[in-house]
Structures are given as structure tokens and as C-alpha cells.
């Protein structure tokens, strides 16, 4: 028993004689929360300068090291992940929440010292800032940094904390009382935004208005970059019975920058106006379901942007990467409804793409907008260009081949007409008769013009809409400076803004209703038809259509395969402000052989898109070796990764 007990305390007394033990570490944070037990010979810390570039201005002059996260000294706070995030995070989240983010960061790393005691910054005003800022970092798949903890590292008013935007919240307040309430409420900046800045301005974006807005990519460019498509709706994600599809395109001319510009300024506006509870733009929302494609050509504008407002020339960034110009690479469906057009019995509504259109060179950004087309049921659209201040509409293939200038409208010229009129005519300057003024060549027709009889194309975007789908599509050209200067992008914006909102207003027009069987299931894919107008539309997935038209009186006529015929006459006033409602219910009857089914494109030939699957490559998830679907890093890592210090881990998401 005694020899137990000595050797329990050898082991004891060698245990002593091993090397000092180091000192226990204390988890950033902990010391000054009373979690860490501290050595009372230590020299306390004193309150020192505070000299961090970043933070002097500051309304203190004076902090204390170690600080709340445990760093040592200045040195090794200027070189830490959280300082270089602070110096950078204006960039990165393009402006917003700034000074914010920075000043309370600050805050941390440097809080202020009294008497040689540091006082926290209160963690009321780190909660209002991660309530207010969270969207802006969940847009760049960022995590909320750690340092930010508000529970952790930051006081209640009770236990005595310091506001480090007391200072910057009264001023901001006095800038508030001081405007007047003509000035708009909505801020947004006006400066070009590279295509990195243009992700991320959508997705922060939607972020804001998660609860009417939702980003998507349609595909992605011959490059790789994302054609990214921000939606706003009353229900994002989802399509509504008898809500109407619009869709707005801007630069699909890569050198045309101003409608990708306006296109980005008017997602910002209608999220931040619907917040501040704007009435006309709450309708606009509640009521459609808008997609917005900011740029159909990231590529070429890469390329235009390299060069800027004053060395770009009237060409270069025009085509994507494979030097396709995007307006000529769609099927020509036009040439093929001239050839049929004086058949009796032929649909020119859903022409189905020929065969041979994909032996030729197919644009991956012509490919990924035509089965966007094919996949919602758009009503209208506008496609936004640049050179000329005029709104143009289809047919933008002259009808003779040889007349490079020739009126060739559609069978709906006249509502096409009036699409342009809307556009140009709530346009500043669009459809006066300035003679002096760009455009002046258009004055006579106040700023609309068919396409054909301005200049003949084939291939082109607008004329595939119309005879491929239901969707009316006018072209806009907003401007003769194809790449203005940045200080003309404020009046540009303030000229077609109210252009933009009234086209916008403009789907809800003409008729709309659901087509249904007799016990009130929706049929999808059948033909409404108005008569003098040789051009149908069909029926959407749940069985309802909507049609642009006219005030006047219409005979409408509805049917499908399988189904009786059913008309009606419809007479939409002039006073009439939104779309009439006109419903229609078929009986089935015996499918019989009809002479149209040898002349009506049918649905199988209309559904074989792709048939050769060209583009496969396009649609494969990247796949490392083992199968696993490789992860990317967010942009913004290279900002971290290549400065020399330890990577912020901690900043990526689902860590």
C-alpha cells in the first residue's frame, strides 16, 4: 500500500518538473465577456491611439488591445481576414449598407476606451444593421461574418454600450428633413455595372424583395457567364391563372449598354417602390409577372466595356464570342410564312423551327432565349437596342427580297402599332417633331416605324416571337450614342422611366379567360382566333390565353382538337383601362380527319426543338472525378486568396 502511495507521488513530483505550461487560449470575444480567468500580475491593458486607416473617422480617438476578438496589437489587427473585409466590403456588396457595415465593424476590432476600460457597441445597433444588410451578403453568397455576432460581441444599452451610427444616423436624418416631397425616395446608383456588379445588384436585389422577386439563369453564354433573369411577381416562381408574362431584353448588341443599364436601374425601382408602398407599382406587381433580362450578350459587353464610352466604336462587343450577331441567328420563320401565305388554310401562329436551321451556327445565347420563349407563356415583350430613337415592330423581313425598305406588316399591325405608340409617346422626346434632335428622321411617324420599311433583316428576334409563339415583341432603340457617357445615364433613366412603367401597363389589354371543358378543367394547347386577324393564340398549361387587342367590336372563336367550336362577339370600349374577360367551354365531339391537319403545323412538329440535341454541352452539371458536382468558390474569394493571409473560411456559406 505504501508503495503505491510513493509511486503516485513521484509521479506527481514528475509531473511538476516538466515544462512551464503554456498558457490557456481564450476564445476571441470570451476575456471581456468574463468567460476567460485572468492572471492578476499581468500589466492591464491601457488605452492607446487608435490609428487603423480604415477607422479614423471614427468619433473616438482612443481604443484598447487586446481587442474583443483577442488580437494582440494594431499589427495584427491590420492583418487579419476581418480588417481586409472591412477595407473592400464597400466594392463588394457595391455601396450598400455603407458606411454601415464598415463603421460597426470598426467598432469591434477597435471599440472606444475610457479610464482604460473599453466599452462594447450596443447590440441593438449590430441587430437593426443585420436585419437591414443580410439580403446584400445572402445576394454575393457570403456569410454573415462572425465578428458580427451580436450576441456575442456587443453590449445591451443596460451594461453601458457606444452606437457607432449615432453620428451618421442624425446626419442622415437632417439630409431626410431637408428634401423636398417632389424628390423621388427611391436611390439607386447611375453608374455602369460590370457584369460581376450587374449578379450581384440582381440578386441583393431580390434578396430585398424576396417575397415578390426571384432570380433565375436561363442558360449561360459562349463564355460561361450566366444569363441571369430577375422576375417580379405577386408570386415568384409561379405561374397564375390569368396573369399576364412580360418580358424585357437589354443588350443583346453587347455595345448597346444603355438598355442593360435601364433595365438594372428598373429592377431596383420596382422592388424599392413596392416597399415604400408605391400604389401604381404594387399594382404593376400584384397584377404581372415581369422577367427582365438585363444582358442577352455579357460577352460582347466585356468586350465594349473594355474600351469605355470614348474608344468604343459603332462595332466591337456587338456579336457574342463566336462573333454571331445575336438579332441575325434566330430560325427565319418569316421566309417561311411568305411562302405559305396565300394558303387559305395555313397557321402562321407556333411555325415550328425547320430541321435545317440547326445545321448552322446556333448562338448558345440565341438557344437559351428561344426555349425561354418556348417555356412561359409571354403575352409581350420589348427588346431594348441602341443607335436610332425610334420604337420598331415586326415584320422586320421585307415581304420582297429584293426591297431592302418595304412596308411588310403583320396580320396585328394595328395592335403592334399601338405597343409602339405606348412606348414612344410616354417617351420625353421620342415622338416630337424636333427636327434637331436625335431621330429627327422618324418625326414624321412620331418615333415608330415598321421594321421592314426602316431596314430588311432575317433572322431576327421580334419576328420569332410573333410567329412562334403568342408574344408581341416591339424593338426600342433608345438612343444614337450606343455607349453614352456615365453622366447621361441619370437623364436617360428620368426620359424612359415612365416609358418603361406605362409599357409595362400595357399587357393588360385587349382579352384574356380561360378555355375549359364541361366539367371546368382548363384544356391546354387550344386555338383562340379572332376573326380578320390571321393569327391565333393557344391555351396555356391550366387552359387560359390572354389576346392584345384594339377597342372595337371582335368575333372570337375557340377551339381544340377533340372539341366542338365555340364563338363569340366581344365589344372593349375605348374607355375600357384593362383586359376583358371572356371564357369559353367545349363539349368533346368525335375526333374526325380534317383537311387542316395536312396544312396546320401540328403540335408533335411544333414540340421537336432541338431535335439533333445540338446542345447538350450547355446543360451538364461540371462533374469532378468520383461524380461529385464540383463546387465553385463566390467571386469575391480571389479578394481573400490571393492577399497572403489566412482564408476566411468563415465567410463562406454552409461551412
Known sequence: ???????????????????????????????????????????????????LGYCNDLEYS????????????????????EYLLLSVIHGLLNGECSPEIRLVGCSVLASPCQNDKMIRPCRSTCEALRKDCAHAFEAIEMAWPYFLDCDRFFASDQEGCYDPLKRLKARQEQALSSLSPEEPSTIIQFTYASNAQMYSILKRTT??????????????????????????????????????????????HGNEVLGRQLLIYLSQYLCSEYLLGNQRIQTIINTTRIHILASMNPDGYELAAAEGHLLNSWTNG??????????????????????????????????PIPDAYWFGKV?????????????????????????????????DFSRHPQE?????????????????????????????????????????????????????????????????????????????????AEAELYPEWKQNKEALLSFLESVHRGLKGIVKDVDGNGIKGATVSVRGI?????????????????????????????????TKRVHLPHTMN??????????????????????????????????????????????????????????????????????????????
Open 1 to 51: 500500500m505504501r508503495a503505491g502511495i510513493l509511486v503516485l507521488l513521484l509521479l506527481s513530483a514528475e509531473g511538476c518538473r516538466c515544462a512551464p505550461q503554456p498558457r490557456q487560449s481564450c476564445p476571441p470575444g470570451d476575456q471581456f465577456l468574463g468567460r476567460c480567468s485572468s492572471n492578476p500580475y499581468e500589466e492591464k491593458p491601457k488605452c492607446t491611439e487608435l490609428n
Open 62 to 81: 482612443r481604443t484598447l488591445f487586446p481587442n474583443i476578438l483577442g488580437h494582440q496589437s494594431r499589427v495584427e489587427t491590420e492583418s487579419g481576414a
Open 207 to 252: 434578396a430585398k424583395c424576396s417575397h415578390i422577386s426571384h432570380v433565375y439563369s436561363i442558360g449561360r453564354s459562349i463564355e460561361g457567364r450566366d444569363l441571369l433573369v430577375i422576375e417580379f411577381s405577386s408570386n415568384p416562381g409561379q405561374h397564375e391563372l390569368l396573369e399576364p408574362e412580360i418580358k424585357l431584353v437589354g443588350n443583346m
Open 318 to 351: 456587338r456579336t457574342n464570342a463566336q462573333n454571331i450577331d445575336l438579332n441575325r441567328n434566330f430560325p427565319d420563320l418569316t421566309s417561311v410564312f411568305y411562302r405559305n401565305r396565300r394558303s387559305r388554310h395555313y397557321r402562321i401562329d407556333h411555325i
Open 363 to 395: 448562338a448558345p445565347e440565341t438557344y437559351a432565349v428561344m426555349k425561354w420563349i418556348r417555356s412561359l407563356p409571354f403575352v409581350q415583350s420589348a427588346s431594348l437596342h441602341g443607335g436610332e430613337l425610334v420604337v420598331s415592330y415586326p415584320f
Open 404 to 484: 431592302e425598305r418595304m412596308f411588310s406588316p403583320t396580320p396585328d399591325e394595328q395592335v403592334f402599332k399601338q405597343l409602339a405608340r405606348t412606348y414612344a409617346d410616354a417617351h420625353a422626346t421620342m415622338s416630337n417633331n424636333d427636327t434637331e434632335r436625335c431621330g429627327a428622321s422618324f418625326y414624321r411617324m412620331r418615333g415608330i416605324i415598321n421594321g421592314a420599311m426602316w431596314y430588311s433583316f432575317a433572322g431576327g428576334m421580334s419576328d420569332f416571337n410573333y410567329l412562334h409563339s403568342n408574344c408581341l415583341e416591339i424593338t426600342v432603340e433608345l438612343g444614337c450614342d450606343k455607349f453614352p
Open 534 to 566: 390571321r393569327k391565333d393564340v393557344t391555351t396555356a398549361e391550366d387552359g387560359d390565353y390572354w389576346r392584345l387587342l384594339n377597342p372595337g367590336t371582335h368575333i372570337l372563336t375557340a377551339t381544340a382538337k377533340g372539341y366542338s367550336r365555340v
Open 578 to 655: 384593362k383586359a376583358g374577360r371572356v371564357d369559353f367551354v367545349l363539349e368533346k365531339v368525335p375526333l374526325e380527319p380534317d383537311i387542316d391537319d395536312h396544312l396546320f403545323p401540328t403540335v408533335d412538329s411544333w414540340d421537336r426543338f432541338d431535335p439533333y440535341n445540338q446542345f447538350e454541352r450547355y446543360t451538364g452539371p461540371d462533374v469532378a472525378e468520383g461524380g461529385i458536382e464540383r463546387q465553385e468558390k463566390p467571386w469575391w474569394w480571389n479578394y481573400f486568396s490571393q492577399s497572403g493571409i489566412s482564408p476566411p473560411n468563415w465567410l463562406l456559406r454552409n461551412i
